[in-house]
């Protein structure tokens, strides 16, 4: 069973057992999985229009990602104790961190972990600010959110590391068996 087939079982089924949060990707659509509920997830394109709250609205969803591919890892697919005091701990530990984790997990290359550190710093700044205009990004030289050139650059920059960040969680997903997750989901 594929993903695809996987999402087609799941559609049918009336009740679905609640012991089980997923979040999953199948070509462009993405859908979250929990508490025995399947809701339609974020958008595979990421829009990023130039102000401070959607600046910050992409950030959390590449976090959420992050979360995501850590608690496939530890806990796959449980909805049990494990997976909330996983949620727990992520909460905990600054993104910096998780980025770090990844490349030391191999699933980040040396040169996208650098782009992910420069792009969460200006997730740090835009936080501690109250417009993006005070915010700079520094790929290679710094440029000011403010201009647009520099808001260009960033945006393009967040939505190509945002594309290659679903590829890694779909390589992540792949390692799953649905016909087993399927079995464990009926009730």
């Known amino acids: ?57 992409a950030f959390s969803k590449m976090a959420f990602l992050f979360d995501e591919i850590i608690r496939l890892r530890i806990v796959v697919y449980s909805n049990q104790n494990d997976s909330k005091e996983l949620l727990y701990l992520l909460n905990l530990v600054p993104i910096n961190r998780k980025i770090r984790t990844f490349l030391d997990w191999n699933i980040f290359g040396p040169e996208y972990t650098r782009d992910m550190s420069r792009l969460f710093e200006v997730r740090n700044d835009t936080v501690h600010c109250i417009s993006i205009d005070e915010v700079k990004y520094n790929p290679k030289n710094s440029i000011s959110l403010s201009s647009a050139d520099g808001f260009k650059k960033f945006s393009t920059e967040l939505e190509k590391a945002w594309e290659n960040l679903l590829k890694i969680y779909v390589a992540e997903q792949e390692k799953i068996d649905w016909a087993i997750l399927f079995k464990k989901l009926k009730l």
Do not use: A, C, P, T
């Open 1 to 57: 069973m594929n993903v695809s087939d996987f999402l087609e079982n799941i559609k049918k089924q009336k009740k679905i057992s609640q012991n089980v949060r997923i979040y999953i990707i199948d070509k462009n659509k993405h859908y979250f999985l929990n508490n025995g509920i399947l809701k339609n997830g974020f958008d595979s394109k990421l829009s990023i229009i130039k102000n401070r709250d959607s600046v910050l609205s």
